[in-house]
């Protein structure tokens, strides 16, 4: 039996906490002993450090990973029409903002092993209109950043990576050199929500680039396009990370491989777990990225939501991200997309359980799920 003081949580922030908390709760307090609230020193450390760890010219700090997105395609300066291809097996947000700006976003249909955007079928889907190509790296592990990057080179496309369930993963290219997820594209963007890899106690997000004047773009937007006071180079935004979250995120920072191998180890424990069951496919990891389990997501043949309805009667919590593929939902309709029309997506959002993932889980709990799970489906 799991005691109650082991009780299972999909992510678990109580107990890693206690782990920072002093630096946390030091943090915090001179944040309001100083009143610098917004933009204040640690917002700008946090920037610089973010810089160092991903190798980027830039990182913009900014409200939420939604706000990053949006910002991002501001800063290319995209005319309503322009289409964006990217993928409908996502969190609403990366489609979204395409949308809300005007723009058509183009769905591509997910790589079966990777939960990724196939980019096989990327060049199919480009006409004179597209402009921009925004990768998704789902569940923690980069998406085929070589072949994007060379398609958006030969057709004059931008690349904006979403990077909001894999910062810290690494992209290995052909050649073995590596870079950072979000590095790679012109602009990448990411989500401090609290459940995200590197997570903040409310919301935040942040945009990198490797181009300058990319990056200076991006810093007016975020700033109501101000360049110097009560003076509008660009029609921006008001998307800031406040200090608070700042000094959490700093804390975090400096643990972040850590916490991606804490999640490795808890994927491994699953995999072993489940390896060779007919009707288990554990995540496929790819050659050309580590992963850092954002989510560690099984594909289930049968009957998925028995499943879930079991483990949860059982205690143990699980999540179906995602469990309606964009182009088929009501808002995303008028864009003429029917069912049929990405099979691998459509397909995948009936199978996909995401089970307990994050950085404090025990072996006695690991073994205490997959036990469940197994039971579960074998009974
Ligand atoms: C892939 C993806 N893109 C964008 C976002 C949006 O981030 P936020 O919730 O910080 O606006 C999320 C967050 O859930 C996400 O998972």
Redesign the pocket.
């Known amino acids: 039996m799991i005691s109650k003081s082991q009780d299972i949580k999909m992510v678990d922030l109580q107990t890693q906490y206690h782990h920072i908390k002093d630096e946390i709760d030091s943090g915090i307090a001179q944040v309001i002993s100083t009143g610098a609230f917004v933009n204040g020193p640690p917002v700008k450390q946090f920037a610089k450090d973010l810089e160092t760890y991903l190798e980027v010219a830039k990182v913009v700090p900014c ?7 949006q910002i991002a395609l501001m800063a290319l300066g995209l005319q309503p029409g322009d289409e964006v291809i990217t993928v409908a097996f ?2 609403v ?2 489609a979204e903002v395409i949308a809300l700006l005007g723009l058509k976003p183009v769905f591509v249909d997910i790589d079966p092993e990777t939960f990724n955007i196939d980019v096989a079928q990327i060049e199919a889907k480009i006409t004179e209109k597209t402009k921009c190509i925004i990768p ?3 569940f923690g592990q980069c998406s085929n950043m070589e072949a994007i990057m060379e398609i958006a080179n030969k057709h004059n496309l931008a690349v904006i990576e ?1 990077n ?2 894999a910062i810290g993963s690494e992209y290995i290219f052909e050649d073995g050199t590596t870079k950072k997820a979000g590095a790679i594209g012109h602009i990448g ?1 990411t ?3 609290p459940s ?1 890899n590197l997570g903040c106690y409310g ?3 942040a945009l990198f680039s490797n181009d300058a004047e990319l990056g200076e773009k991006i810093r007016l937007i975020a700033n109501h396009g101000q360049k110097v006071k009560y003076h509008y180079s660009e029609i921006g935004v008001n998307s800031r990370l406040d200090s608070f979250q700042a000094v959490v995120l700093n804390a975090k920072l400096k643990h972040l491989d850590d916490y991606a191998n804490k999640r490795r180890a808890a994927a491994d424990y699953y995999d072993n777990a489940f390896a060779n069951h007919d009707a288990i496919t554990t995540p496929i990891r790819s050659a050309s990225s580590t992963h850092v389990f ?1 989510q560690y997501t099984l594909l289930v043949d049968g009957d998925r939501d028995a499943l879930q309805a079991t483990l949860k009667e059982k205690g143990i919590p699980s999540m179906v991200y995602y469990p309606h593929p964009l182009h088929l939902e009501p808002a995303y309709l008028g864009y003429g997309y029917k069912e049929g029309d990405l099979p691998v997506t459509e397909e995948y959002a009936k199978k996909v359980i995401s089970l307990p993932m994050h950085t404090e889980l025990t072996e006695e709990q690991l073994e205490h799920i997959t036990k469940m799970v197994l039971n579960s489906i074998d009974a």
């Open positions: 409200g939420n990973g939604t706000d990053a997105l996502t969190f947000a990366t998704v790296h789902l979403d909001a369930q963007t989500s401090f929500y995200k919301d935040g997000g954002h």
